[in-house]
């Protein structure tokens, strides 16, 4: 059945639910140095004596870092907790953004860098380790969680840029890490909830199985959150008549699919309370798979607004389905290392191969192709899930 009752949240379930949201403003807080870099860092670059290479390794090189760390991350969650957890790494956060603005050079950036990542990966772990702890009404909590993150990106997006072309880049960037200061004090505030599974460790070589869900996860964050992301340029310029244009163009976009992330995350937690999360999430993975064929036969504007739309659903509801999913149902930091890790694998190497891909074989092709493979393994991820339902009947 797709209708589910739930009963209202209990006092007992309360704390799980107030400490997920806190969690996740703790995160969006923290998230403030690294969100602004992306728009500023192209421009200010050569200021701060970095070359267009050296730019993109910079941007880039937390994530990689993620998927090396995530599960190491999620271990050390389990042995000192979640709330430290968040305080350390909302204090190692914040500690970078400064970094960023004191000119130290191309090595202590890329420290920065490399610390961000880590920060990272313990600040989405333990932020998705509070949401599972939530067992009433998960889809919302999940929902609402997701979206609590992205108002820190939405925010420095439009201050970022404001206050660092008044101030200057050095000083707009303490600007920020001083407001990232609120996300350490909320950490403070969060309830000691911790891991249930204390007997259980997160094993890599768990983290890097490719199961059903992993593998469906890595093909629709290869195709939007890399891939997209990375050839809106190429999508776009058939329409556009100068550059400028083209960059406003790519902009409007990348904003949109952030507030999409802020408004349907909501939605999508909302609607769970109706139906089940794992329903939301197939229709989801099926709209965006219809985005790619979209986009493969030229409809493309429609296709890059149903992808980002509905790709927010599938983030935000993806640890929830890996967690019902997994064997050991109980070790929910196993299934959140494995699906955040795959999620980030998918991302890099789309964004990697995303514009060598489209010389390679062209757009068309290159979008039918993950159309094609993406419907491969839904069918198989659905055919599995089925089977395993059965079984527990």
């Known amino acids: 059945m797709l209708l589910t009752k739930s009963p209202p949240i209990r006092k007992e379930q309360s704390s799980s639910f107030r400490g997920a949201l806190r969690a996740s403003g703790v995160m969006a807080f923290a998230g403030l140095g690294d969100a602004v870099l992306y728009p500023v860092l192209p421009i200010y670059g050569k200021e701060l004596g970095f070359s267009v290479f050296f730019i993109g390794v910079l941007l880039s090189v937390n994530r990689f870092v993620r998927i090396i760390a995530n599960t190491s991350i999620a271990n050390w969650v ?6 430290k957890m968040l305080i350390i790494t909302a204090t190692l956060a914040t500690l970078t953004t400064f970094l960023y603005g004191l ?6 950036f890329l420290l920065a860098r490399i610390f961000w990542g880590l920060s990272y990966s313990g600040l989405k772990t333990s932020t998705l380790c ?19 993150k992205s108002l820190g990106a939405l925010f ?6 404001i206050v660092i072309g008044e101030f200057g880049i ?27 599974a204390k007997d259980e460790v997160v094993k890599t070589s768990l983290t890097f199985y490719p199961n059903t869900i992993n593998l469906l996860v890595f093909i629709v964050s290869v195709s939007i959150d890399g891939i997209l992301v990375v050839s809106l340029s190429y999508l776009l310029s058939g329409n556009m008549v100068n550059s400028n244009e083209l960059l406003g163009y790519v902009a409007f976009y990348l904003l949109l699919k952030r507030l999409f992330t802020l408004l349907f995350s909501i939605i999508g937690g909302v609607l769970s309370i109706r139906f089940r999360p794992l329903f939301l999430f ?5 709209i965006c798979l219809l985005a790619m064929a979209l986009i493969a036969f030229d409809i ?13 659903i599938v983030v935000t509801f993806s640890p929830l389905i890996a967690i019902k999913n997994s064997q050991n149902k109980d070790n929910s930091l196993q299934a959140i290392s494995s699906v955040s890790t795959w999620w980030d694998i998918g991302a890099a190497v789309g964004a990697f191969i995303g514009i060598y891909a489209i010389e390679f074989i062209g757009i068309q092709n290159l979008y039918l192709s993950l159309c094609i493979t993406g419907t491969i393994l839904f069918i198989n991820f659905s055919i599995k899930n089925a089977k395993s339902s059965r079984s527990t009947i």
């Not at 389990?78 to 709330?83: K, N, V």
């Not at 920020?176 to 200061?181: F, K, Q, R, T």
């Open 130 to 148: 509070y949401a599972s702890q939530a067992k009433e009404k998960s889809g919302l909590v999940f929902g609402l969680s997701q979206s609590i």
């Open 300 to 312: 493309t504007i429609l296709g890059i607004i149903l992808a980002f739309l509905f790709n927010t």
């Open 170 to 196: 050095q000083n707009g960037l303490f600007s920020i890490a001083s407001i990232s200061l609120l996300g350490i004090l909320l950490a403070y505030s969060l309830p000691k909830i911790e891991p249930k």
């Open 103 to 108: 000119k130290l050079g191309l090595i202590s």
């Open 282 to 286: 197939s229709i989801s993975i099926s």
């Open 78 to 83: 389990h042995q000192i907790g979640i709330r």
């Open 156 to 161: 420095v997006l439009w201050f970022g840029p």
